[in-house]
């Protein structure tokens, strides 16, 4: 029997190898084999039936380690849609389908925690009989009896550790028979042992109940686009729905968050409603965690999916629905091979398993917004906020300094000004007299963006990247945040000697101090990657708002979406140009994005809210039409400027990027990858795919490794997919110089 074996290697192809008698009924599609890969075992996934070549003689392969495929034909066919139109190796893909836990040789069957438990070996139903039985042996009949009152079984741990039991009186009743010990699995879900919240009780609005009958009117591989501002409660539609595709359909669901931090809050809510019926998938799991969560959903366990990206792949069967919360976000697409969009594999998968998917935003990605006006996806709109709220009044605050100020500030005011203006202190400062929390959004780390010599002007740049190193104050360092490199904060300029170094632009650690100084009595929480770094972190920090421990919530885009505090009246956008002159198409759409979904954290409750957005381009549109949350008339003006030339949703775009150690190697290979493509494209799809470049890259050395990239262009699908792969698997890379070529399709951004 010889069968097609995809493995994580960079090749695009599948290899033959040929299956013992032995293993032959384990070795099905879809299912894990250990076969030897150049004098070492790897574990591939099992593609189908392989026809036997007369040139070579396959090899055996070592292990079919499970009893059963883990990947279903439904998720092989995916991978295969996955591969083709993402240019990716089709084992990397079958990787990324498939917890960690699954890709280790070392341990082809994941081990799973187990505890001992105690269960009742004999029953002592007269009272006589027990008295008799525990005559002289009063700490065993107390054992006893506490094991009988927890219904005849619970694990030794429990009994011990909580409930004081004597391990020696346990074991005594063991070995008279009257108790016996068994080992079971224990479910490694940390999410179990948070409190479950009590389902809210809300009245859906008239619009809410139009949006849910309209889902289940869908039919299987239907896609509703639901535009809901903030506060309109999308999420009251997603838990409405859902019961109806769980509990009436009995079918299965999968739910996508942006941001590991939304995902407690998102669990619990789903929790109050489904129960332990809910698993969690993303990478702030373990890899354990992880496993068991998998296994779970694979067996029937859990019926719920809620998770990052990659919980797209949660191996569910009868899948009736997959809902994608803030489906703008640029976190679903994954930055390494395979480069998959969640939501365009989200749209694949429930047309072929018939579930029905639904894109939830105040502020839909471009692309998915033109799908809906162009018909192929129903457009649900819930236009006002629930509880007759209204949406927050937004003032942009001009930071531009005037030529010629009415007074002189003092050098701790102006400090102050640059970070706070006095709209924004002054509200701030209400807020606290009032007993009422605000969130200020700096979408910008550390304490400051770069550090500069006063005397020559040199700025402090990472040695493996072409950036500037953003100074942290705690601990004191420089960091680069796109290696992770590091070092102690200079005494002086390595250039010139100078001894003045002055650190320069805005991170949330200078806010914060600056916070702290002019506040001193407020509880100030900061929430950036330096903060959240342990497993609770974002969850911790986040029930202390909601409890209401904190009085400013100051943090990165993270803390922009999904969050509902109704105490929260204020928010205030320190600095809202970041990012908005990028060199980059979607610079504007991410920057409106951003702060729409900001201010629509403030107001969500009874009191009415506010936003103060400080900016020093007020007139840019994306600001303008944010101040009034009028998402139509930003679409109209930024689809009118993709036009010509034509970006996304009126192209198909493959960035490819070329990468090498060497400077002038990277350089040449690109410009060679651009002659070939030019012709291939002359030659295979003259007029239907256009090629840019090469140029380099705007960041154009990343991690030592200089970047020079290409675009494609394509109004259609088709002939884009056609000349990467071809281009992806023909065009010849040479060894030296570590030169590597990598094809991203769809991209979110293009640095």
């Not at 899948?319 to 697409?333: F, N, P």
């Not at 594999?345 to 105040?362: P, T």
């Not at 400051?448 to 004191?476: K, M």
């Not at 020093?616 to 600001?623: C, I, T, Y």
């Amino acid at each position: 029997m010889l069968i097609s074996v995809a493995l994580p290697i960079p090749l695009f192809r599948e290899f033959t190898y040929a299956v013992p008698e032995a293993l032959a009924a384990r070795a099905a599609p879809g299912a894990r084999v250990v076969v030897p890969v150049r004098g070492r075992r790897v574990i591939g996934i099992v593609t189908g039936a392989a026809e036997p070549r007369d040139e070579v003689a396959p090899r055996e392969i070592f292990d079919a380690p499970d009893d059963a495929p883990v990947l279903s034909a439904p998720m092989l066919a995916l991978a295969r849609w996955i591969s083709e139109y993402y240019v990716a190796p089709p084992g990397f893909v079958l990787r990324t389908m498939l917890p960690a836990a699954l890709a280790s040789v070392g341990t082809p069957r994941p081990p799973q925690r187990e505890q001992r438990v105690a269960r009742l070996a004999r029953a002592l139903p007269s009272l006589l009989e027990r008295e008799a039985t525990f005559k002289r042996a009063p700490k065993q009949r107390a054992a006893y009896e506490l094991l009988e009152s927890l219904g005849g079984r619970a694990p030794v741990r429990h009994l011990v550790s909580q409930l004081g039991a004597s391990p020696a009186v346990i074991g005594a009743l063991a070995t008279r028979g009257l108790v016996a010990f068994e080992r079971e699995v224990v479910s490694r879900d940390p999410f179990l042992t948070r409190a479950v919240p009590p389902a809210p009780a809300h009245a859906p609005t008239a619009a809410q109940r139009e949006a849910v009958h309209r889902l289940r009117q869908g039919g299987g591989g239907e896609s509703f686009v639901l535009h809901g501002v903030t506060g309109s409660g999308k999420t009251l539609v997603y838990l409405e729905f859902l019961r109806t595709v769980v509990n009436e359909w009995g079918r299965t669901a999968i739910v996508l968050v942006p941001e590991i931090a939304l995902t407690p809050q998102t669990v619990d809510r789903f929790r109050a409603v489904f129960g332990d019926r809910i698993a969690v998938l993303h990478s702030g799991l373990s890899d354990g965690e992880r496993y068991d969560a998998w296994l779970a959903l694979r067996r029937g366990e859990k019926r719920i999916a809620v998770g990052a990206r990659s919980a797209v792949f949660a191996p569910l069967e009868n899948l009736g629905a997959i809902v994608i919360d803030e489906e703008h976000e640029a976190t679903y697409k994954q930055g390494e091979t395979p480069r998959y969009h969640a939501r365009e594999v989200a749209l694949v998968r429930a047309r072929a398993e018939g579930a029905v998917v639904v894109l939830g935003s105040a502020t839909p990605s471009l692309e998915t917004w033109n799908n809906a006006e162009r018909g192929r996806h129903h457009l649900l709109r819930l236009p006002d906020r629930v509880g007759g709220g209204v949406l927050p009044g937004v003032m942009l605050v001009d930071m531009r300094r005037p030529e010629r100020p009415e007074r002189r500030l003092a050098p701790d005011e102006a400090a102050l000004r640059y970070v706070l203006s006095e709209p924004l202190e002054e509200r701030l400062a209400g807020r606290l007299a009032r007993g009422e929390q605000s969130i200020l959004l700096l979408n910008r780390r550390g304490y400051a963006s770069f550090v500069q010599c006063g005397a020559c002007g040199d700025v402090a740049t990472c040695p493996n990247c072409n950036v500037s190193l953003t100074y942290h104050r705690v601990p004191e360092r420089l960091v680069c945040h796109y290696c992770q490199y590091a070092e102690p904060m200079r005494a002086a300029c390595p250039r010139c000697g100078g001894d003045v170094l002055r650190a320069r632009g805005l991170g949330t650690q200078q806010v914060e101090r600056l916070l702290g100084d002019r506040f001193p009595a407020a509880r100030i929480a900061r929430m950036d990657m330096d903060t959240t770094t342990g497993k609770w972190a974002h969850a911790e920090i986040l029930d202390r708002v909601g409890r209401g421990e904190v009085d400013i919530l100051l943090g990165t885009q993270m803390i922009a979406k999904g969050l509902d505090f109704p105490n929260v009246t204020l928010v205030g956008v320190v600095d809202a140009d970041v990012g908005i002159n990028m060199p980059d198409f979607r610079a504007s759409e991410r920057c409106f994005q951003l702060v729409s979904q900001v201010a629509g954290r403030a107001g969500r409750g009874e009191k009415r809210g506010e936003v103060v957005v400080q900016t020093r381009v007020p007139g840019h549109h994306a600001l303008q039409c944010a101040a009034r949350h009028d998402y139509g008339a930003f679409v109209a003006q930024e689809l009118e400027g993709r036009r010509d030339p034509p970006y996304p949703p009126f192209a198909r775009l493959a960035n490819v990027l070329v990468s090498g150690w060497s400077e002038s190697a990277t350089m040449e290979q690109a410009q060679s990858a651009g002659a070939w493509l030019h012709a291939l494209v002359a030659r295979r799809e003259p007029g239907a795919v256009s090629v840019i470049g090469p140029a380099p890259c705007p960041v154009d050395r990343v991690k030592k490794r200089w970047r020079w990239h290409l675009l494609l262009k394509a109004e259609q699908p088709g002939p884009l997919t056609r000349v990467s792969r071809y281009f992806a698997s023909r065009f010849p890379v040479p060894a030296a110089h570590g030169l590597r070529i990598t094809v991203d399709r769809d991209p979110v951004t293009l640095l």
